[in-house]
């Protein structure tokens, strides 16, 4: 099997609190191969986005990775600062932000940003990456985009932005992109076309894809495989079908409960009784174990066996269950 991309190893992001250290992010491991869409989903404060500020070097002090390595095309890049990290993003790793204004420079046309961008990290001349600027914002589905280069970000739409957006991260050929809650905050009806259209032109460059999201219908729709996280740990980490149709972290099932499917036809809710724990009272043993409804005292002590793909982090799975069944 091909090396991966992204390889992060035991990851941990520590940040020092007056309440002592809390570990947004506490030894996560997963690989992401070339065309492939991981999807990381949990509840708010779970770490997604701290795990993807950490592959892009953008953590705000006092977060800090503590431990663990980030691997990228089999070079590692836990530990590159300033310029080198700089030139990492752009050109290796792009990036997809839920609000498209933080990656626009308002003052700058739409094409003059690509044109840079590629000049920057592609040995291009300045008519070439004005051709392919033309061409990458006709792909992205801009209507005239001959005459859209001459643009600035606030003309255009939250969607089309996003999708400006998305253009300007691809526009470098990067192997890796980051896509953190891409589409939160669009309205519904352009949501599912924006996760299309990342989905279609990343598969069709062999781009590997990291979508940070808090949505299961998103997961559904456009990744591969899938991280669930719950304060900072994983839950369970394998393909998609399998953890949407055979989940086995008692979390997993009841994320899937609460979200409503649109092939019910109506809203499916069921909460997952009380709320994540705040990071510096993470309780004992597995973090989930005071919300979840098959935990038992061996819960409550040794924390739970680490993720391996396929698997979940937890001493009751509900894989269990489907076994006796069918048995
Ligand atoms: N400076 C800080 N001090 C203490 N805790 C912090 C600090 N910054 C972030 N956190 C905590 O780190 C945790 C992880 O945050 P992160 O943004 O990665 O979560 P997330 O899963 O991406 O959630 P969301 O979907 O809300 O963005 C949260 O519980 C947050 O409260």
């Known amino acids: 099997m091909a090396e991966p991309v992204l390889s992060i190893r035991d990851l941990s992001v520590e940040i020092p609190t007056r309440h002592g250290i809390v570990k947004p992010v506490d030894g996560v ?67 997809v932000f839920q609000d498209p204004l933080t990656s626009l420079n308002p003052l700058l046309r739409i094409g003059d940003q690509l044109v840079e961008t590629m000049r ?38 939250g969607g089309m932005r996003q999708r400006v957006v998305i253009a300007l991260a691809l526009c470098a050929e990067p192997s890796l992109v980051i896509a953190d809650e891409p589409t939160t905050a669009l309205d519904v009806s352009v949501q599912a076309q924006i996760i299309a259209l990342l989905k279609r032109l990343c598969r069709e460059r062999g781009t590997a894809v990291m979508l940070i999201t808090h949505d299961m219908g998103v997961i559904a729709e456009a990744t591969d495989r899938v991280a669930v996280m719950y304060a900072g740990r994983l839950a369970e ?32 809710l069921h909460q997952i009784p009380g709320a994540m724990p705040r990071l510096d009272a993470v309780p004992d043993g597995c973090a989930f174990n005071p919300r979840c409804p098959r935990a038992t005292e061996v819960c409550r002590t040794p924390p739970p066996p680490r993720v391996k793909d396929g698997m979940a982090a937890c001493w009751h799975p509900l894989v269990e269950d489907v076994e006796e069944k069918v048995s």
């Open 120 to 157: 920057t990290h592609l040995k291009i001349s300045e008519k070439e990456a004005e051709k392919r600027a033309v061409a990458a914002l006709e792909e992205v589905g801009i209507p005239g985009a001959a005459s859209r280069v001459n643009s600035y970000p606030h003309e255009f739409s």
């Open 237 to 268: 980490l394998g393909a998609v079908e399998q953890v949407l149709t055979r989940p086995q972290h008692p979390y997993t099932h009841g994320l899937m409960a609460s979200t409503p499917l649109a092939s019910e036809g109506k809203a499916r």
């Open 29 to 95: 491991s997963y690989d992401i191969r070339a065309g492939e869409i991981l999807g990381v989903v949990g509840e708010s404060g779970a770490g997604k986005s701290m795990a993807g500020n950490a592959v892009i070097g953008l953590l705000s002090p006092p977060a800090h990775i503590a431990s663990g390595e980030i691997w990228l095309n089999g070079k590692r890049i836990d530990q590159l600062r300033g310029e080198a990290m700089r030139r990492l993003r752009g050109k290796e790793i792009g990036m």
